[in-house]
C-alpha cells in the first residue's frame, strides 16, 4: 500500500517573508502586534497561504479607500 504525499498548506516564518516579499524581521514585529493571521502550532508559528492571500487583498483595499 502506498501513502500519498501530503500538500503542505501552511508557511514558516521564513517562508512567509519570502511569499510576502518582506524581511523575517518584519514578518516577526507583524506576529507580535497581532497584525498578520498565523497560527502558533507545537512552539511554531504558521501561516495559511489562503489567510496570506486574503490580508495582502485587505491591505490593497484599505490603501485605495484611505
Known sequence: MELEKVTR???TM???AE???VSY????QLVKRK????S???GKVLFRKEAL???LQKQEEASINS
Do not use: A, F, M, S
Request: charged share 20%; proline share 4%.
Open 9 to 11: 498548506t501552511t508557511l
Open 14 to 16: 521564513k517562508e512567509t
Open 19 to 21: 511569499y510576502l516579499g
Open 25 to 28: 524581521w518584519l514578518v516577526t
Open 35 to 38: 497584525k498578520i493571521p498565523c
Open 40 to 42: 502558533r502550532v507545537g
Open 53 to 55: 492571500d486574503n490580508y
